[in-house]
């Protein structure tokens, strides 16, 4: 049986379309049917008006939480993007949106497909338009220090990757029967919006982590050498310093045992895509995110060659986990230069071979260099996830799960 075959048997309990189960005792109200949706997993079917339906609720729902951003900015938004974004341009895409969401509704209605779906998009629609919509005035002067969470950041990067990864992954599929919404899409989608929402505190903490650790060297004259690189060659130092601190933490996160049960978290997703990458124990994000900002801090990167890598690596982490059939050996000698989707999905391959291999987030070499580097023939594993399978579902369970007595 070939392999692209296999994959497909492997995965084929994830093809099934939405269930209701509906059946005569059931409740048919609108919030137990809301429910049932977000408890399900599966393709949608096409010509059931579920692909308009969720779309729909999707970007209306969105576009609530934005309104809300746009009447709350001191308390909704994060400074360090709203001051970037062009405002008139995201008050269209909001229009947009919105005009988008309710169109979709009205159609279903007309044609009589998931009406309680439906209707439950319009009212989320016309409340969002009588909280303003796009046209929300913005007072120029409000407060610029008061803590937040980054419901901008949440909205914007979710619409994003989701519009970017869901081309990529429907354009060059791993596993065509993959659907978006698989299993335990509800966990990792959760991670996401935690990870995105504490923005800021994250951000607090690791910069605080970082800049505490730093205060202990003394690196003046490294640090006036780093600043005279022209701004690519730094940018390619400070990948390769990241990539180096970050190898460094993430095989210690395998090794150490107690370390593990936080990175088992990440480990425990059994399904790739896009998302899958979010599934991450806050204590991982705060601990790899400051030993790798306290090292490039300590280097002297400029805040600019730092903003850039940032971006780079949020690309690059979510495309790693990617359902892309992106195998290594397609891109030639280039797959010895940089990590790809199949080279990353092998690292979270539930089979002994491929425990403690491939570590690295960007550059393969170092796995090379310290002999943890395994280029995976069949290009792609069948399975993933963590050998013991100890982790639970669901966020809150995942995130006290490191803390738990484990059973002997
Ligand atoms: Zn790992
Ligand atoms: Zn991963």
């Given amino acids: 049986m070939s392999v692209a075959r296999r994959l497909t048997h492997s995965t084929q309990h994830n093809g099934k379309p939405l269930q209701f189960n509906i059946t005569a005792k059931q409740d048919h109200s609108v919030p137990a049917r809301l429910l049932r949706l977000l408890q399900s997993r599966g393709a949608l079917r096409p010509g059931s008006g579920l692909v308009t339906g969720v779309i729909g609720l999707v970007l209306a729902v969105l576009s609530l ?16 993007i709203r001051r970037r974004y062009d405002v008139e341009l995201l008050r269209r895409v909001l229009l947009g949106a919105l005009v988008l969401s309710g169109s979709f509704a009205l159609l279903n209605a007309v ?38 969470i980054g419901l901008d950041w949440l909205v914007l990067d979710l619409l994003g990757s989701a519009l970017l990864f869901v081309f990529i992954e429907k354009a ?34 690791t910069n605080g982590a970082a800049h505490g650790l730093v205060t202990w060297v003394d690196p003046d004259s490294l640090q006036a050498a780093v600043q005279r690189l022209p701004f690519p060659a730094a940018l390619l130092l400070c990948v390769l310093l990241a990539d180096l601190v970050q190898y460094g933490v993430h095989r210690s996160f395998h090794e150490v045992p107690w370390l593990w049960r936080f990175h088992a978290v990440h480990h425990s997703a059994k399904t790739m895509d896009w998302l899958a990458g ?25 805040r600019g ?22 195998p290594g050996r397609r891109l030639g000698p280039l ?19 491929a425990l403690g291999r491939n570590y690295a987030a960007h550059l393969p070499f170092i796995d090379r260099l310290f002999g943890t580097q395994l280029l995976g023939t069949p290009p792609w594993p ?17 995130t006290r799960h490191p803390f738990r007595r484990r059973k002997t």
């Fill in 65 to 80: 939480l934005a309104v809300l951003a746009f009447h709350f900015p001191e308390y909704l938004t994060k400074p360090e």
């Fill in 111 to 148: 044609l009589g497909r998931v009406r309680w779906l439906a209707g439950t998009t319009f009212a989320l629609v016309l409340l969002s338009a009588a909280l303003g919509g796009h046209a929300v005035p913005v007072d120029p002067d409000f407060p610029d220090h008061t803590p937040y």
């Fill in 172 to 205: 060059r599929p791993l596993r065509r029967q993959q659907p978006v919404f698989r299993e335990a899409w509800q966990t990792d989608l959760t991670h996401f919006a935690v990870i995105h929402l504490l923005v800021g505190l994250l951000m607090a903490v």
């Fill in 278 to 302: 979010s599934r991450l124990h806050l204590v991982e994000v705060l601990v790899t995110r400051s030993l790798v900002l306290a090292a490039l801090l300590m280097a002297g990167f400029s």
């Fill in 305 to 326: 060659v730092i903003d850039a890598y940032v971006v780079i690596v949020g690309f690059h982490a979510v495309l790693n986990h990617a359902n892309v059939n992106l």
């Fill in 335 to 353: 797959r010895h230069l940089i990590v790809t989707p199949s080279y990353h999905h092998w690292h979270h391959a539930c089979e002994p071979a």
């Fill in 382 to 398: 069948e399975r993933y996830g963590v050998l013991e399978d100890d982790v639970p579902e669901g966020f809150w369970a995942q």
